[in-house]
């Protein structure tokens, strides 16, 4: 049981600091928001060609957008030794990350349930009958995302040039997330059967085990090194 | 784990892994470059192949022995082991860019273009990014302890990334447009095998030859900064 309690109070304490304090959610938001202008500045406004780039543009703006998030998700724990007593807490390690994890996973979805209608706003798009599938592939890839950018933000937290190692480990590892989630996007938003993108949603959901098994494994050997 | 006298005995062993590998690459090189024909559709081109497979080999075995030995440390918290591991990762870097710029070569004649979304190249540039990524996070941990066992979490994440990299890519390839481009299924000719053998046999000594070294190096380094009251509290074992 001390397990999941460890899993429930660490979620629930990042649940009420970021309640209280609206620091992450908000810069986030207003992040992704910055990006968004920025792509329709970039690119032509031709509703096709908009169309087209739609699922890149999405997954680039949560891609930078959850860097930045996940990058400092344990910088709150380094502020008044925080790290030092979850380091010599006697609970299991792992727990301590699922439950960084669960937090990290429900800010970075926040974030997503809330650009998805900006980018429908800004870009012209009708994609609200899509919206269901949309939200499962942001839920899968977001999952991956997290695993290992919960995983990455304690490895950085604690040397130096942590802004620019935490993206260079995290970009190269979370290509197929990328890959998947691009492809499966484009797949729902031109309206293909489920069936048609099917085998990306398989490659997200390997690539979430995958990586979940493993950082739950490897956490304790950052914590206890 | 690795006692001081068996580590003694295996150092011996260096200087012949250097001439024997020496000579290997010596004697392969010679027989693909001079004496093996010419390949019937790719001409004089087919020559890089035994320069850039062995390689390419070489980096697996170096990326392979990085895994294993991370594995062992994070189990050991042995700091040799992690010597071999940061040898193992320079060692990588630097035969996974000679197969990446060696294919690079090949490529442009045969293919017409410097560089394809193949997924064997793009898990090679993977890879390379991992361990440049891995050596670059080595370098910002002040603690020795600590940044053994990061390097070592580096390591396995990455080497369990890497086939899932390899499969996607493959499946965005395939699916997304028809392989324009494709390597025939060549049967070796007696004559090529012959010196892509030697070399294969030579950059495997090659790299266990460096690899020795480096470790040998980067251990005595330790020492070093131990003696003088560095970054060690304690002499490694």
């Not at chain 1, 006697?90 to 809330?114: D, R, S, T």
């Not at chain 2, 027989?31 to 024909?37: Q, Y």
């Not at chain 2, 591991?85 to 035969?95: K, L, R």
């Not at chain 2, 690899?211 to 970054?231: I, N």
Request: charged share 15%.
């Amino acid at each position: 049981m001390l397990f999941f309690n460890v899993i429930k109070w660490i979620l629930w304490k990042d649940i009420l600091s970021e309640i209280r304090s609206r620091e992450s959610i908000s810069s986030l938001f207003f992040f992704a928001l910055n990006t968004l202008f920025i792509f329709s500045f970039s690119f032509s406004v031709d509703r096709d060609v908009t169309f087209a780039l739609m699922p890149g543009l999405i997954w680039v703006a949560f891609g930078f957008t959850s860097i930045l998030g996940l990058g400092k998700s344990f910088l709150s724990e380094v502020h008044n030794d925080c790290l030092s007593y979850l380091q010599i807490a006697p609970v299991p390690k792992g727990a301590i990350y699922l439950g960084k994890f669960f937090g990290n996973l429900l800010l970075m979805l926040a974030v997503e349930i809330i650009l998805y209608p900006l980018f429908m706003i800004f870009f012209n798009l009708d994609i609200l009958a899509k919206l269901p599938s949309l939200l499962i592939i942001s839920m899968l890839a977001t999952v991956g995302l997290s695993a290992l950018g919960t995983l990455f933000s304690v490895l950085t937290v604690q040397i130096r040039a942590r802004e620019v190692m935490f993206p260079l480990l995290l970009l190269p590892l979370s290509v197929p997330v990328f890959i998947g989630a691009v492809e499966s996007t484009q797949g729902a938003l031109s309206g293909d059967p489920f069936s048609a993108y099917r085998h990306w949603i398989e490659l997200l959901f390997i690539f979430d085990m995958v990586m979940t098994i493993t950082s739950f494994w490897v956490f304790e050997f950052i914590l206890d090194y | 784990m690795i006692s001081p006298q068996l580590r003694g005995k295996l150092w011996k062993w260096n200087g012949t892994l250097g001439i024997l590998s020496g000579f290997f690459i010596f004697i392969g090189l010679f027989l693909g470059l001079v004496v093996s024909p010419p390949d019937y559709y790719q001409g004089e081109v087919v020559r890089i192949m035994y320069v850039h497979v062995p390689f390419a080999k070489a980096a697996l075995l170096s990326y392979t022995t990085l895994f294993l030995g991370s594995c062992v440390y994070l189990w050991k918290k042995d700091l040799i082991v992690d010597n071999l591991c940061h040898a193992a990762a320079g060692i990588g870097v630097f035969f996974t860019s000679i197969a990446l710029i060696t294919g690079s070569i090949w490529a442009k004649p045969t293919w017409n273009t410097w560089w394809t979304w193949d997924p064997r190249l793009v898990s090679f540039a993977i890879l390379l990014l991992i361990l440049i990524g891995y050596l670059m996070l080595r370098t910002f941990v002040d603690d020795k302890k600590r940044e053994a066992s990061y390097a070592a979490v580096m390591a396995i994440i990455g080497f369990v990334d890497l086939p899932i990299v390899y499969f996607s890519v493959e499946w965005w390839r395939t699916l997304h447009q028809p392989m324009s481009i494709s390597t025939r299924g060549i049967s070796i000719a007696p004559g090529m095998l012959v010196p892509l053998v030697f070399m294969m046999i030579g950059t495997t000594l090659l790299s266990l030859y460096m690899l020795m070294m480096r470790t040998q190096m980067l251990y005595l380094q330790h020492l070093l900064e131990a003696k003088q009251g560095g970054l060690l509290s304690e002499e490694p074992s």
